[in-house]
């Protein structure tokens, strides 16, 4: 367990979109999330994109269809393309949102307790 990095419940990650156009942001670190999302006004900010697919998503909103794309990250030195599904979260804190999908693939831990 000693080479697993240890997340906390949000993270400083940098977003890597077309042509050279990288933002960094706060990411919400969620447990109960299966998949992670991104918001679509940054999503178009930085180019990112094509769709890949739709996929039916589950939330305490009700069950809706979203895009899914491709988004490189950078996250504790770590450099990842995973997919994202693609939603409007203006009206939220965090415009990132990392599932599951990326906790499990990449063997992250989480400490709650852990500050940015």
Do not use: C, W
């Not at 109960?32 to 180019?47: I, K, P």
């Not at 409007?88 to 831990?109: C, N, P, S, V, W």
Request: aromatic content about 2%; overall charge positive; glycine content about 8%.
């Amino acid at each position: 367990m000693q080479d697993r990095i240890t997340l906390g419940l949000t993270e400083k990650i940098t977003l890597i979109g077309k042509n050279n156009k990288h933002k960094e942001v706060i990411a919400r670190v969620d447990t109960g999330a299966t998949g992670s999302s991104l918001d679509s006004a940054v999503a178009e900010e930085l180019g990112l994109g094509p769709i890949l697919k739709h996929k039916t998503i589950r939330s305490a909103s009700g069950t809706k269809t979203r895009p899914v794309i491709h988004v490189t990250i950078e996250m504790h030195g770590r450099v990842l393309q995973e997919e994202f599904t693609i939603i409007d979260r203006a009206h939220m804190k965090y415009t990132t949102l990392i599932g599951q999908d990326i906790l499990k693939k990449e063997r992250f831990l989480i400490d709650p307790l852990k500050k940015i």
